[in-house]
C-alpha cells in the first residue's frame, strides 16, 4: 500500500502532523505500536500558550487548571507563592488527550493502523519503505519520524547516534478524590515545584488535576557529573514523597505504588531531516531542556513538518535540500529558545537557592518566571528582561545601603 505520508508515532508530534497534512488532502498513514488509546509518562501539565497556537483545544481535552503555583529553593528556606486570576497551567491526562488528537487526525481523513511496531527504514530512489514488526512493509513519498525519544526513524536514518542529552524521571499517577485534592491543594489547584532539592540535578513536581495527582522527580543527566553522592532516581523519588508530606503538601496516607522510570530529550538533534525523511517532537530531541516541557513543541513541530512536507509533494521534490526548510524554519520558531535554555541546563540548578531568594523578594521578576513558564514570554526575552531587572535591583540595593556615597558619586 503506497501512501503519500507515513507517520510513524501517533503522540502529540504525529497526529497533528497527521491532521494538518489531511487538511490538505494527503494520503496520510498514521502508525503506532500501541493501541489507542494509550497512557504515556508525563506530568500532563501544558502551558496555556498552546492553545493561541492551537485554538482547535478545547476543554474536552482537558482535565483542570492551575491558577497558583510555589516554587521552593534548594534548602526549603525560600518558598515563592504566585498567584494569578488567569490559568497558568493546564492539566491533562494523556490516555486523553493524546485520544483526542488521534481523533481530529482521523477526522481530517488520515488513516490509523494502531498496535504495529516499526522495525527499520529503508530510503530508495522512489520511496521510503517501513518495515513492521509482523514482516509487511507500507510505502510513502516522506515518512514522518514522530516515534518518541528512542526513535527507530531517527536511528535507523542516522539523524540520532547517541543519548547524550537525556532527562531521567521517575514518576507516579495518583487517583485522588476531587475533596482531598481541594483540602491540601485548594481550587486553585496549586502546582509545587521543588528546585535541586537534596542536591539532584533536577526538579521535583506535584502536579494536581480533578481527581488525579501527578508526583515526579527529575534528573538532567548533563548536569549530573557536577552532583556527589549520586542515587537510585527511585529512591530519590521516595524521599521526596516523604518531604511532601512532611510538609502537608500531600496526604500522609497517600501511598507509593508503581514508581514508574521515564526519560526525555534534553537537546535538538544536529540534523532532523535527510531525502525523504523528517522527525519531530521528543524524536527530533525537541523538549525544554531545562522544564522537560515537551508536548508544546512536539505539535509546532508536527505543524511546521505538515507545511513544508505539503509543499515538498506540490513541487515533487522530496530531496534532503528542499526539505532542510523544516530545520530553518522549526530553529526561527523555537529552535533559538532551546538553544539558550540548553546552555542554561549544563549548569542545571547553579546558584538557584540564591535566585529564589531574589524573586522571593521581588515580585516583579517572580511574575517575569511565571509569564515565562507559561509562555508569555519567549525565554529569550525573559533573559534579557531578568538581566535588565537584576541590574536595576543592584543598583536600587547599593542606594539604599549606602545612600550618601552614591550621592557623592
Ligand atoms: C516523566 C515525564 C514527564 C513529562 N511531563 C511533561 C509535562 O508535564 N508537560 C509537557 O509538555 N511535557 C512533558 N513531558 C514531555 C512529553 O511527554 C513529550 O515531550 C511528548 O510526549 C512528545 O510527544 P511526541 O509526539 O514527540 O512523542 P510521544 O508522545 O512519545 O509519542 C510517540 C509515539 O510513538 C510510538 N512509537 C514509538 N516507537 C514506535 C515504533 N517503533 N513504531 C510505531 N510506533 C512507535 C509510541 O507508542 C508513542 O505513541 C514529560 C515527559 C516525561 C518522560
Given at each position: 500500500m503506497k501512501y503519500e505520508v507515513v507517520i510513524v508515532g501517533a503522540g502529540p508530534a504525529g497526529s497533528t502532523a497527521a491532521k494538518f497534512l489531511s487538511e490538505k488532502g494527503i494520503k496520510v498513514l498514521l502508525l503506532d505500536k500501541d493501541k489507542f488509546p494509550r497512557g504515556k509518562p508525563c506530568g500532563g501539565g501544558l502551558p496555556v500558550r498552546l492553545f493561541k497556537k492551537f485554538p482547535y483545544i478545547n476543554d474536552d481535552f482537558i482535565e483542570s487548571y492551575s491558577q497558583s503555583a510555589c516554587a521552593y529553593s534548594p534548602t526549603l528556606k525560600y518558598k515563592l507563592e504566585l498567584q494569578r486570576d488567569e490559568h497558568i497551567l493546564a492539566m491533562i491526562l494523556r490516555e486523553k488527550f493524546d485520544y483526542e488528537l488521534v481523533k481530529l487526525a482521523i477526522n481530517s481523513g488520515a488513516k490509523l493502523i494502531d498496535g504495529e511496531t516499526a522495525v527499520d527504514v529503508k530510503i530508495t530512489n522512489n520511496s521510503a519503505k517501513i518495515l513492521l514488526d509482523d514482516n509487511t512493509n507500507v510505502e510513502s513519498e516522506i515518512v514522518i519520524g514522530a516515534d518518541g525519544v528512542w526513535s527507530t526513524i531517527a536511528k535507523k536514518t542516522g539523524l540520532c547516534n547517541n543519548y547524550k542529552n537525556i532527562c531521567m524521571c521517575a514518576f507516579e499517577e495518583y487517583k485522588i478524590s476531587p475533596?482531598?485534592?481541594?483540602?491540601?491543594?485548594?481550587?486553585?489547584?496549586?502546582?509545587?515545584?521543588?528546585?535541586?532539592?537534596?542536591?539532584?540535578?533536577?526538579?521535583?513536581?506535584?502536579?494536581?488535576?480533578?481527581?488525579?495527582?501527578?508526583?515526579?522527580?527529575?534528573?538532567?543527566?548533563?548536569?549530573?557529573?557536577?552532583?556527589?553522592?549520586?542515587?537510585?532516581?527511585?529512591?530519590?523519588?521516595?524521599?521526596?514523597?516523604?518531604?511532601?508530606?512532611?510538609?502537608?503538601?500531600?496526604?500522609?496516607?497517600?501511598?507509593?505504588?508503581?514508581?514508574?522510570?521515564?526519560?526525555?530529550?534534553?537537546?535538538?538533534?544536529?540534523?532532523?531531516?535527510?531525502?525523504?525523511?523528517?522527525?519531530?517532537?521528543?524524536?527530533?530531541?525537541?523538549?525544554?531542556?531545562?522544564?522537560?516541557?515537551?508536548?508544546?513543541?512536539?505539535?509546532?513541530?508536527?505543524?511546521?513538518?505538515?507545511?513544508?512536507?505539503?509543499?515538498?509533494?506540490?513541487?515533487?521534490?522530496?530531496?534532503?535540500?528542499?526539505?532542510?526548510?523544516?530545520?530553518?524554519?522549526?530553529?526561527?520558531?523555537?529552535?533559538?529558545?532551546?538553544?539558550?535554555?540548553?546552555?542554561?541546563?549544563?549548569?542545571?540548578?547553579?546558584?538557584?537557592?540564591?535566585?529564589?531568594?531574589?524573586?522571593?523578594?521581588?515580585?516583579?521578576?517572580?511574575?517575569?518566571?511565571?509569564?515565562?513558564?507559561?509562555?508569555?514570554?519567549?525565554?529569550?526575552?525573559?533573559?534579557?528582561?531578568?538581566?535588565?531587572?537584576?541590574?536595576y535591583l543592584k543598583i536600587k540595593d547599593k542606594f539604599v545601603k549606602n545612600p550618601n556615597k552614591n550621592q557623592s558619586n
Open positions: 475533596e482531598t485534592l481541594d483540602r491540601y491543594l485548594g481550587k486553585a489547584r496549586t502546582c509545587h515545584l521543588h528546585f535541586k532539592l537534596n542536591q539532584n540535578a533536577g526538579y521535583g513536581w506535584v502536579f494536581p488535576k480533578k481527581e488525579h495527582i501527578n508526583i515526579g522527580i527529575s534528573e538532567f543527566r548533563q548536569a549530573i557529573d557536577q552532583q556527589k553522592g549520586k542515587k537510585n532516581i527511585k529512591e530519590k523519588y521516595i524521599e521526596y514523597v516523604k518531604i511532601l508530606k512532611k510538609d502537608n503538601v500531600i496526604p500522609e496516607n497517600l501511598k507509593i505504588g508503581r514508581i514508574r522510570g521515564a526519560a526525555l530529550p534534553t537537546r535538538p538533534l544536529d540534523k532532523t531531516y535527510s531525502e525523504r525523511v523528517i522527525v519531530c517532537g521528543d524524536a527530533a530531541g525537541f523538549s525544554n531542556p531545562v522544564s522537560g516541557e515537551g508536548i508544546f513543541h512536539a505539535m509546532q513541530s508536527g505543524k511546521i513538518a505538515a507545511d513544508v512536507i505539503t509543499k515538498a509533494l506540490e513541487k515533487n521534490d522530496t530531496s534532503e535540500e528542499f526539505l532542510s526548510k523544516y530545520q530553518k524554519n522549526w530553529y526561527k520558531d523555537f529552535g533559538k529558545d532551546l538553544k539558550l535554555l540548553y546552555r542554561t541546563s549544563m549548569i542545571w540548578g547553579e546558584g538557584y537557592e540564591k535566585f529564589i531568594e531574589i524573586i522571593f523578594n521581588d515580585k516583579k521578576l517572580g511574575e517575569l518566571v511565571v509569564d515565562t513558564i507559561i509562555g508569555k514570554i519567549e525565554a529569550r526575552k525573559c533573559r534579557r528582561m531578568m538581566i535588565r531587572r537584576l541590574a
